[in-house]
């Protein structure tokens, strides 16, 4: 793990937290449509540790749903070196990765893509299903799961029966019944009001308290200010601590409570 | 993901999109029924043939009058000429011109009406001598059958099927009753006893009465002493070949033609029987085939077609599971399954159809359709396995899709 010790480190971790989760070394991902080449990441270092909450930031076009694609081992890089929980994810076939995507992250997206022909509670299952979880088990599990996001009672609703804050519950619940090491989240916030957004949140501090790594990007400083370290992203690049500083500021008006 | 869990997540797939799903199958559809119908008239055809045989008897030459080898119509085609005779029965009793001819019995027939008690019933009446009940092997249940005295006499007698017994009577327990043939009173003088039916005619509802009196009171027509029908018993099966030259030769002397060619009447034995159900089942099986593997291969591209739209569609749900750890085979079997689904239910819809057919057909076109378990078990497993095979494009395509990708589409 040392040995892949990145050579830049814009905003050093705290103390307290534990083992790299996730390290990112000269990470390039070029673009190809036809014959147009698009560097959407030009060279980013980027080390995440065990319990940590980072929130990515950055302007739009910036690379942020790229960088989170590479973590979350849906895509792979042009070069460089990504490291996920002690996997080599670069040499990993496609079975494989589907497996580090199973056992290691739970992802929340904007859109919540929640199947609709599924009640809530078989939505929440499917991470437990491909983790060949026996199936009596797995009822139990996705249960509680939604009973710590607050949905006990709309275990049996489909999604379009549920306003969009259950939904993106629904989302968190299915992101954490496998227990991931790290939660993945692009935009959870993006289409919901603000007291969904608050539930959101709450549910994401609670899950940071019990130790999970979180990940999210975000583009309201409001959300990205509950993280504990903001990484700023511009034009496929982690920004230096001094700029991130200057860009939160500009980002908000009581910006400037990065780190 | 195991079995249960994939079957139940295609099935549910299949069935939200109901209509479309049944429209997909409507090619294997008709091809399992195509194949269903197919097996059973093969079956049907051998049990028809079968029991024809075992009717009449496998040592029973049929002579019918006209030419079967002309068509020109100069010697008249069948039942156009009557060039049969009952002196020419009598010559093929001859031990001497035919010794390996057992016994011959001459038919003259014709659908009257019957009456008795106030009951009408319409049925073949068939004149014809003593020997018939030995030459097509049938039996009495009561009474006697016509005897040489009432051929003599021209006797007002007859023999009754049982059907046609129980059609006027309520029973076969007629003997000594009266019925009224074409306005004349005929005596019963015995029933025989049930044989079933043939593919031509039911065995069991007709009426036999003296030739004699056929040929004078009830049928006569030009020529009284014509006759439609001979049939001449082979001593045994061995000797049908030499029975049948025999006979040939007989009636060529009596009728003074020179060579077998131009000969004015025509002999068949079961053999022919067999020889046209077989080519008439030979010609229905090339049609019913064809029509079965151009369906399935229809019905297989359209399970293709719609398993590729299903991809399409879903683009988004296999980016999803994808991302929630599912691997590609878990993906690829999904699909097959789904295709599979749908070869089935093509299968199982197509084998209702075709076991419905299958005894709704027989009235229509006269040959019985046997439904065999295996061919039904058999068709509808050749349908989940077309269902796969063209599968196996769509779901390889799925399997194959980038998460981000798929996950990216709208
Ligand atoms: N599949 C692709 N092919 C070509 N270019 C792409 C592709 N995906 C993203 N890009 C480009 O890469 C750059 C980064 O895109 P990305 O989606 O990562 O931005 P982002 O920071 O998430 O933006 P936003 O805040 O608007 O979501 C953009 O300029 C985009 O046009
Ligand atoms: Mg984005």
Known sequence: MSALAPTVQPHMPEGEYGEPVIQLTAARKVYRSGTIEFEALRGVDLEIRQGEYVAIMGPSGSGKSTLMNILGCLDTLTTGHYRLAGHDVDDLDEAELAEIRNKEIGFVFQQFNLLPSLEAWRNVELPLMYGRVPSHERRARAERALERVGLGSRLANKPGELSGGQQQRVAVARALVAEPTMILADEPTGNLDSVSTRDVLGLFDELHELGRTIVLITHELEVAQRARRIVWVRDGVIADPAETARAIGHAGPGGGAAA | ???????????????????????????????????????????????????????????????????????????????????????????????????????????????????????????????????????????????????????????????????????????????????????????????????????????????????????????????????????????????????????QTVLLNLHSIGSADDADFTISSQNALVDTATSIYQTLTVLLTGIAALSLLVGGIGVMNIMLVSVTERTREIGLRKALGAPPWAIRRQFLVEAAILGLTGGVLGAVLGCGAALLLPGVIGSSIVIAPAAVALSIGVAIAIGLVFGVYPATRAARLAPIDALRSE
Do not use: C
């Not at chain 2, 004149?127 to 005295?149: A, H, K, M």
């Not at chain 2, 009753?177 to 005596?187: A, K, N, P, W």
């Open chain 2, 1 to 247: 993901m195991n079995w249960t869990e994939t079957l139940g997540t295609s099935w549910a797939a299949v069935r939200s999109h109901g209509l479309r799903s049944l429209l997909t199958v409507l090619g294997i559809l008709i091809g399992i029924a195509a194949v269903i119908l197919t097996v059973g008239l093969g079956l049907g055809t051998q049990k028809d043939v079968s029991s024809q045989i075992s009717s009449l008897g496998s040592n029973l030459l049929i002579v019918s009058p006209g030419s079967s080898t002309d068509s020109s119509g100069v010697r008249g085609g069948f039942g156009t000429s009557a060039t049969l005779t009952a002196a020419d029965a009598t010559a093929l009793d001859s031990d001497v011109n035919a010794p390996d001819v057992a016994g011959v019995a001459a038919e003259k027939s014709t659908s009257l009406a019957l009456e008795a008690n106030d009951t009408n019933w319409t049925t073949t009446v068939t004149g014809t001598t003593p020997s018939w009940l030995d030459v097509r092997s049938r039996e009495l249940v009561s009474g006697e059958f016509i005897t040489d005295d009432d051929e003599a006499s021209s006797a007002a007698v007859t023999v009754l099927g049982s059907e046609t017994a129980t059609e006027l009577f309520g029973t076969t327990n007629v003997v000594g009753q009266t019925v009224t043939i074409d306005d004349r009173s005929f005596e019963i003088v015995g029933v025989l006893a049930s044989a079933g039916s043939d593919s031509s005619s039911n065995l069991d509802d007709l009426a036999i009465v003296p030739l004699s009196t056929a040929a004078t009171q009830l049928i006569g027509g030009t020529d009284s002493a014509s006759v439609s029908t001979i049939y001449v018993k082979a001593a045994s099966d061995t000797q049908l070949a030499a029975a049948y030259q025999e006979a």
